[in-house]
T-cell receptor, first 115, second 114 residues
């Protein structure tokens, strides 16, 4: 199994440009999430999905869109990049039990710089 | 809202010694999971250890163990016989019933000195 894959690993954008960060998992997990990691702030949830066709906002959703047409894929779209979106982005997938998510499996991350 | 607090931004330990990283959390749930993740310079997030809140026994994984104090909402990570490869950022995280993602603390940067 490849686990969780993300592309690209690095990206530089100019302010106002748009792009899509790709995420795929081959573990048949129902839950998928996007986080951003900023220095001193840990990982913060952008958007998540509990299955194909179902998405919802996390803690910091502004400026980002997601969709989930298949179980495997969960792309993150930056609509009009801003310097405040300079960050490292992680995609994660998981399954859950009654007590909550057992574990999240993370992709390798994308370092995005907006100039 | 769930919160996770790590009050030690940076720590340092000598190789072969023991170090404890602190974490406190806030939840109103009875059943939940707690995690410690390691993030080495490669940036990859690696699960170190998981604790189920309804289990009294503290989780252990080789040199890594936790001190889980449910009433105090405390979840510290002990690393024994520290190795240079333990140098990394360590994140404490929680999940719970009905929650669709993990809540992370701000992290502790651990440096193991030779």
């Amino acid at each position: 199994n490849a686990g969780v894959t993300q592309t690209p690993k690095f990206q530089v954008l100019k302010t106002g440009q748009s792009m899509t960060l790709q995420c795929a998992q081959d573990m048949n997990h129902e839950y998928m999430s996007w986080y951003r990691q900023d220095p001193g702030m840990g990982l913060r949830l952008i958007h998540y999905s509990v299955g194909a066709g179902i998405t919802d906002q996390g803690e910091v959703p502004n400026g980002y869109n997601v969709s989930r047409s298949t179980t495997e894929d969960f792309p993150l779209r930056l609509l009009s990049a801003a310097p405040s979106q300079t960050s490292v982005y992680f995609c994660a997938s998981s399954y859950s039990r009654v007590q909550g998510l057992i574990e999240q499996y993370f992709g390798p991350g994308t370092r995005l710089t907006v100039t | 809202a769930q919160t996770v607090t790590q009050s030690q931004p940076e720590m340092s330990v000598q190789e072969a010694e023991t170090v404890t990283l602190s974490c406190t959390y806030d939840t109103s749930e009875n059943n939940y999971y707690l995690f410690w993740y390691k993030q080495p310079p490669s940036r990859q997030m690696i699960l170190v250890i998981r604790q189920e809140a309804y289990k009294q026994q503290n989780a252990t994984e080789n040199r890594f163990s936790v001190n889980f104090q449910k009433a105090a909402k405390s979840f510290s990570l002990k690393i024994s016989d520290s190795q240079l490869g333990d140098t990394a950022m360590y994140f404490c995280a929680s999940s719970g019933m009905g929650r669709r993602a993990l809540t992370f603390g701000s992290g502790t940067r651990l440096q193991v000195q030779p």
